[in-house]
């Protein structure tokens, strides 16, 4: 199919997935952001969402995004290492209207995921799978707490000062990866004459940071011990 077989296929295919897992990041912020103005009621979304079926059936298109999308990125970047041959390192300056981002968007890339393993592991394993092996309740220092109780694990994560520090930098690494990959997806759909590139950046820039400060919001304001 054309979508594997040509290089503007692959792209599309990572424009595509990565514009929808933007998608979900924003309604993941804006759940999180629930938390700084309600414990309860961020308890409620957490509930609601739990290990019913259609959060289930969420988390499996959800994990499909994201392993179409970096099986691309790498099957990309070696098609485009192998393109340049041996003129590889002719060239060691950046070209000046490359962002230091879209030169970087691999190893950000991989940031971002060992990000995400280990975000899984402080909350997905303690809540869904907790749920979903039938446990009834994860341990935090001796005291059990409900997997649906997510407003005392995000205190919990947070209380540890090195958590504050890796969900910050990883936060840092995700503004970058988003800030290139935003207009860069909208371009290669095929918005890409001059005026619309300038203001995708603008948009982009704006929107990938109001997402990441709603993010590190949560994160500075539970591991100071604000909430
Ligand atoms: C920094 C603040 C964040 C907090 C407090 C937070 C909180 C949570 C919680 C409580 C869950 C478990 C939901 C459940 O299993 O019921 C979760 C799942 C998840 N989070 Fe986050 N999150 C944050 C940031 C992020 C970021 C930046 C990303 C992605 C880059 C992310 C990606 C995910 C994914 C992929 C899941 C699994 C979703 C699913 O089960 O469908 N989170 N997060």
Redesign the pocket.
Known sequence: MWLNNSSIGRKLVMSVTGLALIL??TF??AM?LV?LFSVEGYNMV?EF??ANWY?VV??MG?AAL?VIHIVYAFWLTLQNYKARGNDRYAVTDRPKSVEWSSQNMLVLGVI?LL??GL??VH??SK??LVELTNGKEFVINGNAISPTD?AA??RYTFSQWYNVVL?LI??AA?WFHLNHGFWSAFQTIGWNNKVWQSRLQTISLWYTTILCLG??A??ILFGAGIL
């Open positions: 979900f990041l993941h912020m999180n938390a957490c969402l739990g959060a969420a988390t959800l994201f971002v990000g995400i975000h899984l909350f997905w809540m869904m997510g694990l995000i969900y990883w936060i995700i993010f590190a949560v994160v």
